[in-house]
């Protein structure tokens, strides 16, 4: 599976765990590739597999902004 979402092993028992860490679009996409309903949907066909790609694909890969160093040298 994980090389189907194209992840590493680590990182989808990372998904497996329920770890926050994990990115959501990772989250999100391998439950459309399990076939689990996302967004209430009941299941996905083929034909709407890419399109559901392309709206996953949308959303970021991070909500946490980076921190910035402090320049406190005065």
């Known amino acids: 599976m994980a090389k189907r ?3 590493s092993r680590s ?4 998904i497996e765990a ?3 860490k994990a990115e959501i679009g990772l989250v999100l ?3 459309v590739l399990l076939g689990v309903p996302v ?3 009941e299941g996905v066909s083929p034909r709407d597999l890419g399109r559901l790609r ?3 694909a949308l ?3 991070s909500i946490r ?3 910035k160093d402090v320049d406190d040298d005065f």
């Open 5 to 7: 979402v194209g992840i």
């Open 11 to 14: 990182t989808l028992q990372t």
């Open 18 to 20: 329920g770890n926050p």
């Open 29 to 31: 996409e391998l439950a």
């Open 39 to 41: 967004f209430g949907e």
């Open 54 to 56: 392309d709206t996953l």
């Open 59 to 61: 959303l970021p890969k």
């Open 65 to 67: 902004k980076t921190r």
